[in-house]
C-alpha cells in the first residue's frame, strides 16, 4: 500500500494532471480516493481546483462529447450514459450534445456502418441489416437514426 499523501501533495499533483488533460469531479475525486485523502480534505481541494479553473465541468463535457462523437465515433446515447456515469449535470450533458453536427454525426455513422458492411460480405444478406442495426447501437447511435441510414446503404 502506497503512502499517503499530505494535501499539499494533493493539490500540486492534482493541478498538474489537470493542466495536462481535462478533469471533472468525478476523475477528482477517484484519485483523492486512490491517495486515501480524507473527506474533509478531498473536498477543500476540490473547491480550490474549481475556483483556481483547473476543474470546469461545462468545459469537460464539451471536450468529452467532442473527442467521443469524432475520435471514437460514439454515438450521442452512448456519450450521455458515459457522462451520467461521471456524476455531470444532466443541463451540461444536453448543452454539450446540442454542439454536435447532426449532418456530419450521419455522415460518421454511414461511413463506420460501410466499413462493417465490407467486413460482412461472407454474411448472407438477410443476416447483415440486423447485424449492422446492432452495431450501431453498440456504438451508442439512436435506433431510428441508424435504421434510416442502414437503408440508405441498402439501396
Known amino acids: 500500500m502506497r503512502p ?79 457522462l451520467q456515469m461521471k456524476k455531470i449535470p444532466a443541463a451540461l450533458i444536453a448543452d454539450a450534445l446540442q454542439d454536435i453536427d447532426r449532418e456530419k454525426y450521419i455522415t460518421g455513422l454511414e461511413k463506420l456502418l460501410q466499413r462493417k458492411k465490407a467486413s460482412l460480405k461472407a454474411a448472407p444478406p438477410e443476416e447483415c441489416t440486423p447485424r449492422l442495426l446492432r452495431f450501431a447501437l453498440s456504438r451508442g447511435y439512436e435506433y431510428a437514426i441508424a435504421e434510416e441510414v442502414i437503408k440508405k446503404l441498402g439501396d
Open 4 to 82: 499517503t499523501l499530505s494535501a499539499g501533495q494533493a493539490l500540486s499533483r492534482l493541478q498538474q494532471l489537470c493542466s495536462r488533460a481535462e478533469k471533472c469531479v468525478s476523475d477528482v475525486q477517484k484519485k483523492l480516493h486512490e491517495w486515501h485523502i480524507p473527506a474533509n480534505e478531498s473536498a477543500a481541494i476540490i473547491k480550490k481546483l474549481q475556483t483556481q479553473d483547473f476543474i470546469n465541468e461545462a468545459r469537460y463535457t464539451k471536450a468529452f462529447v467532442r473527442d467521443k462523437n469524432t475520435l471514437s465515433q460514439w454515438g450521442t446515447v452512448k456519450i450521455k450514459q458515459a
